[in-house]
């Protein structure tokens, strides 16, 4: 089993940042990629930013390409999203997710991801 809890998120002025961490533990995987997911109040859950086991590549929803960077640690155990320049937009529940098994790139829906973390909520005021 595979365990995986957020940290980090919190409430931020517009024009802000937030650094969120996702730490898994539990079984190991050859190869995985990492993911960072949100939803809003009333709104579906939507992708935000992936990176692939080695860390050589990653992939942006086009809403937070050039303001969020996600990277993960040399351990491989901790994948971070930093947030910067945050927006009302952004406000939200944020999720990493594991998936363990596929191999398309980017995996941009919640339904190619196996393991999910409780959530932290990310809330940017105006």
């Known amino acids: 089993q595979v365990q995986l809890v957020e940290s980090g998120g919190g409430l931020v002025q517009a024009g802000g940042s937030l650094r969120l961490s996702c730490a898994a533990s539990?079984?190991?995987?050859?190869?995985?990629?990492m993911g960072w997911f949100r939803q809003a109040p009333g709104k579906e859950r939507e992708f935000v930013a992936v990176?692939?086991?080695?860390?050589?590549?990653?992939y942006y929803a086009d809403s937070v390409k050039g303001r969020f960077t996600i990277s993960r640690s040399s351990t491989k155990n901790t994948v971070s999203l930093q947030m910067d320049s945050l927006k009302p937009e952004d406000t939200a529940v944020y999720f990493c997710?594991?998936?363990?098994?596929?191999?398309?790139?980017?995996?941009?829906?919640?339904?190619?991801?196996?393991?999910w973390g409780q959530g932290t909520q990310v809330t940017v005021s105006s």
């Open positions: 997710a594991l998936r363990t098994y596929g191999s398309t790139w980017p995996p941009v829906a919640g339904y190619e991801y196996n393991y």
């Open positions: 539990g079984r190991t995987f050859s190869s995985y990629d």
């Open positions: 990176i692939r086991w080695s860390g050589l590549n990653t």
